[in-house]
């Protein structure tokens, strides 16, 4: 495993972990929280040291967030948590580390191999 961890974000379920009023402009929190993953590209997360490969997976209302240094954003053509899921998928001799709260994804990731942390890892 010589590549940087591959940390995957579930913007949808990481947005919505904090009612700040984000069902008013989805992108907007959608690009307020790929702004808070920046730093953590190069820093790591606990537990999780840096560099680290960053995907924001936006679906929906969020689609048309771009990426930034540190952090690729994919926007899902359907379910956010199904590209989720391909993205694990696609890269299993890696060490894979997904952010979401969302039970089921969690069990899907989770039978792939892939770690998972909830959104207060990466949103305080």
């Known amino acids: 495993m010589d590549a940087a961890p591959l ?3 579930d913007a949808a379920n990481v ?3 904090v009612p700040d009023g984000w069902w008013r ?3 907007g929190a959608a690009e307020r ?4 993953l920046v730093p953590y590209a190069a820093e790591g997360l606990p537990g999780l040291p840096g560099p680290l490969e960053l995907v924001l997976v936006v679906e929906g209302g969020a689609r048309g967030v771009t990426s930034v240094p540190g952090v690729r954003v ?4 359907g379910s956010g948590d199904d590209r989720i899921v ?3 998928a696609e890269h299993p ?3 894979r580390l997904v952010v979401t709260a969302d039970r089921e994804l969690r069990r899907r990731v989770h039978e792939l191999g892939a770690e998972v942390t909830g959104p207060r890892t990466v949103r305080p």
Do not use: N, T, Y
């Not at 994919?74 to 053509?77: G, I, R, T």
């Open 7 to 9: 940390v995957i974000v």
């Open 15 to 17: 947005v919505g972990s």
């Open 25 to 27: 402009d989805r992108r």
């Open 33 to 36: 929280v790929r702004d808070l």
């Open 74 to 77: 994919e926007a899902a053509p």
């Open 86 to 88: 391909e993205l694990v």
């Open 93 to 95: 001799d890696r060490a």
